[in-house]
């Protein structure tokens, strides 16, 4: 049985505090499930955003979509990761990635080193996680427990870490740009898309496990015509025919009736339940909860 849907944005734009927490109320009165901050330099920080948005709001959960773990000492972070679990009333949910953009690691001072070397600290990361937070004692004197891991990313290491470890398995639906060496990435296809999320039910089924798949969509654009809007979207994604685009579970185009329908085919193909979209979109996608919600009994809210 299909899981019921659930809903993210990635909030982008930083802002001040009163502001933030309108904006922050926005997303919940929109209907969204989940509030989430990514860890991008630039963009604003995830722990600090995320308690805000606790203290100004009452139902979403709250998620960092996705940390950088290349830019965070496994220790330190138990410490960030306890302390924020507490502050949002245990509505953190953690999630994690190897990290991609080279220029980011340049200014910050970090190597950028290989993928191998990225997919090592993340496993690190996640192990360390796992056996240092109950160690991190509460105001009872008890250890804080692991909040429910989102793992992101494409190639197999990552996937089947998640596979593991993750309570939802984060598809990014793009891949490293072969023409660049600085992290840029570009769209996969939906049959590639198709063949990771096999690759994850293989390695789930080995592990016994039954994470939850998330997808990040990249542009939603409500219109009622299609065949023009991905005509816009064309010169940024090259390697892909208009057909492929329209195919993509990390494009949304139509009238919100037939974004809805994309969503629930992206489910039954994919298994795509947990969607998160961009903080541009978050205004156009709400019509589309809203559509979705009416076609599902109860309103399928929090954790699966």
Same mark, same amino acid.
């Given at each position: 049985?299909?899981?019921?849907?659930?809903?993210?944005?990635?909030? #982008?734009? =930083?802002?001040?505090?009163?502001?933030?927490?309108?904006?922050?109320?926005?997303?919940?009165? #929109?209907?969204? $499930?989940?509030?989430? /901050?990514?860890?991008?330099?630039d963009w604003p920080a995830p722990f600090p955003s995320l308690v805000a948005a606790a203290h100004a709001t009452r139902r979403p959960r709250l998620g960092t979509f996705v940390l950088n773990a290349a830019f965070w000492n496994p220790v330190l972070l138990a410490r960030e990761v306890a302390t924020t679990v507490r502050l949002t009333g245990g509505r953190l949910e953690l999630g994690l990635g190897a990290g991609y953009v080279r220029v980011e690691f340049e200014r910050a001072g970090?190597?950028?080193?290989?993928?191998?070397?990225? /997919?090592? !600290? #993340?496993?690190?990361?996640?192990?360390?996680?796992?056996? #240092?937070?109950?160690?991190? =004692?509460?105001?009872?004197?008890?250890?804080?427990?692991?909040?429910?891991?989102?793992?992101?990313?494409?190639?197999?290491? +990552?996937?089947?870490?998640?596979?593991? !470890?993750? &309570?939802? /398995?984060?598809? *990014?639906?793009? %891949?490293? $740009?072969?023409?660049?060496?600085?992290?840029?990435?570009?769209?996969?296809?939906?049959?590639? /898309?198709?063949?990771?999320?096999? *690759?994850?039910?293989?390695?789930?089924? %080995?592990?016994?496990?039954?994470?939850?798949?998330?997808?990040?969509?990249?542009?939603?654009?409500?219109? &009622?015509?299609?065949?023009?809007? +991905?005509?816009?979207?064309?010169? !940024?994604?090259? !390697?892909?025919? %208009?057909?492929?685009?329209?195919?993509?579970?990390?494009?949304?185009?139509? *009238?919100?009736?037939?974004?809805?329908?994309?969503?629930?085919?992206?489910?039954?193909?994919?298994?795509?339940?947990?969607?998160?979209?961009?903080?541009?979109?978050? %205004?156009?996608?709400? =019509?589309?909860?809203?559509?979705?919600?009416?076609?599902? =009994?109860?309103?399928?809210?929090?954790?699966?």
């Amino acid at each position: 049985m299909a899981r019921r849907f659930r809903f993210g944005v990635n909030l #982008l734009e =930083p802002a001040r505090g009163e502001a933030w927490e309108r904006k922050c109320r926005r997303v919940e009165a #929109l209907g969204y $499930d989940v509030l989430q /901050v990514p860890d991008h330099l630039d963009w604003p920080a995830p722990f600090p955003s995320l308690v805000a948005a606790a203290h100004a709001t009452r139902r979403p959960r709250l998620g960092t979509f996705v940390l950088n773990a290349a830019f965070w000492n496994p220790v330190l972070l138990a410490r960030e990761v306890a302390t924020t679990v507490r502050l949002t009333g245990g509505r953190l949910e953690l999630g994690l990635g190897a990290g991609y953009v080279r220029v980011e690691f340049e200014r910050a001072g970090l190597a950028y080193g290989t993928a191998r070397d990225r /997919v090592d !600290h #993340l496993e690190r990361t996640v192990e360390a996680l796992t056996g #240092l937070l109950p160690g991190q =004692p509460g105001a009872d004197g008890t250890g804080v427990p692991l909040p429910p891991l989102l793992l992101g990313g494409n190639g197999p290491r +990552v996937l089947r870490l998640a596979a593991r !470890h993750a &309570a939802v /398995v984060a598809f *990014t639906g793009a %891949e490293a $740009d072969p023409a660049s060496d600085d992290g840029s990435l570009r769209l996969l296809s939906a049959a590639a /898309v198709a063949e990771r999320v096999a *690759t994850v039910r293989g390695f789930a089924a %080995e592990y016994g496990t039954d994470p939850e798949f998330n997808v990040l969509v990249q542009r939603v654009v409500v219109t &009622a015509d299609r065949a023009a809007a +991905v005509r816009d979207v064309a010169p !940024h994604a090259p !390697h892909l025919g %208009e057909e492929e685009l329209l195919d993509l579970p990390t494009l949304l185009v139509g *009238t919100v009736a037939e974004i809805a329908e994309q969503l629930r085919r992206g489910r039954e193909r994919f298994g795509f339940g947990y969607v998160t979209v961009l903080e541009p979109a978050m %205004e156009a996608f709400a =019509p589309v909860i809203a559509e979705l919600r009416r076609g599902e =009994p109860g309103e399928g809210r929090g954790a699966s």
